[in-house]
């Protein structure tokens, strides 16, 4: 059994997932096209938008897609929780999430945590990045 998470996109799944490659470490698995799809490749306007793509970040999988904008919502009531082992490692990831995005808790001691932030990053997708201690 595996666990994962899906993460519907506003026609920004690539550019996301290249993004959270190359800022927090990712490794993009799968990258599949609508153009590339047989049952929806007569879809000419849909396609470069991604139908399926996947993503491992420090071993955890989070998969995404495009969505059409009349069926895209914004993420709401969850958050994608990143646990870092030291306090520059969160600040190095909220700076880079937070650009274009929405700040909610800049980094900062807790009672739990030595660093902690929240964030909303450009893609709409809201994180929480904790250094465990």
């Known amino acids: ?9 506003n026609g920004q799944c690539e550019e996301a997932f290249r993004f959270y490659a190359e800022h927090l470490g990712g490794r993009i698995g799968t990258l599949l096209r609508v153009k590339d ?10 396609g470069e ?3 399926h793509a996947n993503i491992h ?20 009531g969850f958050h994608v929780l990143l646990g870092v082992d030291a306090p520059e490692k969160v600040e190095t ?8 995005g929405r700040v909610v808790l800049s980094p900062q001691r807790t009672f ?8 909303v990053d450009r893609f709409g997708v ?5 250094h465990g201690a």
């Open 49 to 51: 938008k991604i139908i």
């Open 126 to 130: 809201p994180w929480k990045i904790n």
């Open 93 to 100: 990831a909220f700076y880079a999430l937070q650009a274009g």
């Open 1 to 9: 059994m595996s666990l994962a998470f899906h993460i519907a996109f």
């Open 57 to 76: 970040i420090d071993g955890v999988e989070i998969a995404g897609a495009d969505v059409s904008p009349d069926r895209y919502e914004t993420p709401q």
């Open 37 to 46: 799809a047989p049952a929806l490749a007569s879809a000419p306007s849909e």
């Open 112 to 119: 739990w945590s030595p660093c902690y932030a929240i964030v």
